[in-house]
């Protein structure tokens, strides 16, 4: 059995084989020598013991253990300080055409959702990591004009379909299942537009550097914009929780004070309207309102329509107190319960029509 030590890299320990250890010495005192006196060389290094120990994570994860051959890789992916000299001659002399291929590449971004900081599924950090804008912006739309949408289906009174004013949740949904999450270094690297390279790193660096004067005048600024996107979103959060509360508590009080799985004659207290729009269903379509006086139809009806403010409820939570998602996704969970809930309604309105149907024949 190979002996191991511990090994500090980019903030974490990792237990690695002697001659895993040795050969990661080696590599990072080749960059130190190669940055040494560089412009913003300890910056690059840094940046480089980060790749590597993202790397090293994906590989080996925090408890394993690293062996030569996964330096080998990571040394690979990441290039040896001679690589670096390559490129730099390359852009200083380009091609016959004039054209810097490395530049032509570099900045190319892939769409994820980023799983390292997800509220609920990761997509409005994934958007801002795409188009580089801070992430309380998509987070504050979303929540913003999901609340316009639902506010919009109370004013209008009802009278629009309940698929337009939850436009955002569905659209929120489908980007869910569109976007791919990004689970590996290469993927998180391609969401921000980078190569994972000695070489990318170093631009990134280099180009951080050059645009340090303009990010310092605009710093105050940047700042309010961010505890102003702070506040808003705190203020979102706390309009969602009122809103998904209001809805669930009412709900509540209405379902077990009209009876709602037990009484045939009201449907979420709607009492006397209820019993107009059952007699007229049934004078037009007997079949229909037969299936509908159906304490199970009640039942995913009310799941069907509830469901969602629970939803929003447990977002609104974590706008409010910034937790992570749990290990077992609950708005993944509440999501797939709510189709479930859908499919089973439809199943059983449209099987008790036709059956219904059959026996009046």
């Given amino acids: ?10 903030g974490y320990a990792f237990t690695l084989e002697e001659d895993a250890a ?6 990072l005192g080749k960059l130190e020598k190669y940055y040494e006196g560089r412009e913003g060389g300890p910056e690059i290094l840094e940046g480089i013991e980060e790749r590597m120990a993202e790397l090293l994570l994906e590989k080996a994860g925090r408890e394993g253990v690293c062996t030569k051959e996964m330096i080998d890789q990571i040394i690979g992916i990441l290039g040896r300080p001679e690589i670096i000299e390559a490129a730099g001659e390359e852009e200083e002399n380009p091609g016959p055409d004039g054209k810097d291929e490395k530049a032509e590449t570099r900045g190319k971004r892939k769409l994820y959702r980023d799983m390292n900081d997800r509220v609920v599924a990761g997509v409005c950090s994934g958007l801002a990591a795409y188009f580089r804008i801070d992430v309380a912006l998509p987070r504050i739309l979303f929540a913003l004009f999901s609340i316009v949408f639902l ?21 929120y949904a489908i980007l869910w299942i569109c976007m791919p999450p990004a689970r590996t270094a290469k993927q998180r690297w391609e969401q921000r537009g980078e190569d994972g390279t000695l070489h990318g790193i170093q631009q990134s660096i280099e180009n951080g550097a050059k645009e340090i004067d303009d990010a310092v005048r605009s710093i105050g600024n940047s700042k309010a914009a961010h505890e102003f996107g702070v506040i808003f979103e705190k203020l979102i959060g706390v309009i969602l929780l009122i809103v998904a509360f209001s809805v669930l508590f009412a709900g509540g009080v209405i379902s077990f004070g009209s009876g709602i799985l037990g ?32 304490p199970w139809v009640h039942a995913l009806a009310a799941v069907v329509i509830f469901l969602p403010f629970l939803g929003i409820l447990y977002g609104a939570l974590q706008l409010l107190f910034g937790f992570k998602s749990p290990k077992w996704h609950p708005g993944l969970v509440l999501f797939v319960l709510w189709l479930m809930s859908l499919l089973a309604l439809a199943i059983l309105v449209i099987t008790g029509v036709v059956s219904t149907q059959f026996l009046t024949i």
């Fill in 1 to 10: 059995m190979k002996e191991v030590e511990r090994f500090s890299l980019g």
């Fill in 263 to 294: 009484n045939k004659h009201s449907f979420f207290g709607l009492g006397e309207l209820f019993d107009r729009g059952m007699s007229e269903l049934s004078r037009i379509a007997p079949s229909v309102a037969a299936t509908l006086v159906h």
């Fill in 22 to 27: 040795t050969l990661v010495g080696e590599y």
């Fill in 151 to 171: 506010l919009g289906w109370h004013w209008n009174g009802h009278h629009t379909s309940v698929t337009v004013h939850l436009f955002v949740p569905i659209l």
